[in-house]
């Protein structure tokens, strides 16, 4: 109305958010991401690792599917279950509920510490379609609409020869390509995943760095 005075809304940064702003975060954003999409978005997933005697979680992985990517936020398994092939496991089931989902991608976001970060460099196909792309070093944040839009495309475009290195918050994929042949494949398979859909940014491939 005219004449009507705007409050400034209250900015507050904290450490403890209370169930319910995450919530009004949460269902926010699952709010957004459908309107363009139609898509419902957000679906918690975990595989649970318990302890065979007292029953009590121990670790595993967490993580949620939305808009066709699975996103894995957090993975952890302690020292006497490592080496074992546990992690792969626990990866296989994930990825199995994700395709049940109609996941067509996967994103892995891990820190490295100085112990037992995961570090999984090669690229995991689900039937064929699905890249699972490890982020080293990347803080398990929400994505932008943007981001998920671009991963849902990298994993139909996603190949041996190239390597996934970021995708920033407005969408624009950047990756590393062994064989200029290999780039421009993967330039026109974006292209054409990208046609009839809303635009992002260009992609931009990278040569790999050269030797000494």
């Not at 029953?55 to 006497?80: A, C, E, Y």
């Not at 496991?89 to 994103?107: D, K, M, N, P, Y």
């Not at 994993?155 to 590393?176: E, H």
């Amino acid at each position: 109305m005219p004449g009507e005075v705007r409050l400034e809304p209250i900015v507050a940064l904290t450490d403890a958010p209370t169930a319910d702003e995450n919530h009004a975060i949460g269902s926010g954003l699952a709010r957004f991401n459908e309107q363009p999409s139609g898509l419902r978005s957000g679906r918690p997933l975990a595989v649970v690792v318990r302890d065979p005697q007292t029953k009590q979680p121990v670790g595993g992985l967490t993580g949620r599917t939305s808009l066709g990517v699975l996103f894995i936020d957090l993975f952890f398994l302690p020292d006497d279950l490592r080496g074992h092939g546990l992690g792969s496991r626990l990866l296989q089931l994930a990825e199995e509920e994700a395709r049940q989902r109609g996941c067509i991608s996967a994103v892995l976001s891990t820190l490295l510490s100085r112990r037992g970060a995961t570090r999984t460099t090669r690229d995991r196909l689900l039937r064929g379609a699905v890249g699972f792309a490890v982020l080293l070093g990347a803080c398990a944040t929400a994505n932008t609409p943007q981001q998920d839009l671009a991963y849902e495309r990298w994993g139909k475009c996603n190949a041996p020869y190239v390597q996934l290195q970021w995708i920033d918050l407005d969408g624009r994929i950047t990756f590393r390509y062994s064989t200029e042949g290999g780039r421009q494949d993967v330039l026109r398979c974006l292209a054409d995943a990208g046609r009839g859909g809303p635009p992002l940014p260009d992609a931009v491939g990278m040569r790999p760095p050269s030797g000494p």
